[in-house]
């Protein structure tokens, strides 16, 4: 498949091992994955920085594999989440950042056409989570809300 912006194609990355049974080396249950899963949350971390601590410091591959559920639908039951999805504060973080570098280089045209990249995923996905109820049907998107949620 193309990539997004660009006609090229290539590799997509990484792909998970094709064996879907929980390891033997694994010492850790559901129930504790959970509750280190809960208390991450509570510390301000994201559902990626959450995967990634347990897979490096805690060494559990995969958190499905454990608790059949994913580490997004655990902190939603658990009433965790954020009111904005990852992805969609990480493009307004990039969004802010290159609007700054832009402020004091108005000249670079190649961090422009960043700009106006990132601002169209944005309106993409605010779509997407518009028609799966992920966000409320007047969510607006405008520069100043913008900063509002990201800080």
């Not at 033997?24 to 510390?43: C, G």
């Not at 039951?77 to 009111?83: G, H, M, N």
Request: net charge positive.
């Amino acid at each position: 498949m193309a990539r997004m912006h660009s006609r090229k194609k290539g590799k997509s990355g990484s792909t998970k091992p094709v064996n879907k049974t929980q390891p033997t080396w694994l010492r850790y249950k559901a129930v504790e994955v959970e509750m280190l899963i809960t208390k991450m949350a509570k510390e301000a971390k994201s559902t990626s920085e959450i995967g990634i601590i347990l897979r490096d410091t805690y060494g559990i591959p995969d958190v499905k594999l454990i608790t059949k559920k994913s580490i997004s639908h655990i902190l939603k039951e658990k009433k965790l989440t954020k009111e904005l999805p990852e992805d969609l504060s990480n493009l307004i973080n990039r969004y802010i950042q290159i609007k700054k570098h832009l402020e004091e280089n108005r000249k670079d045209m190649p961090a422009f056409r960043g700009l106006q990249l990132t601002e169209s995923k944005m309106r993409r996905l605010v779509k997407y989570y518009k028609e799966h109820k992920v966000l409320p049907k007047d969510w607006k998107y405008d520069e100043k809300s913008i900063r509002m949620y990201v800080e």
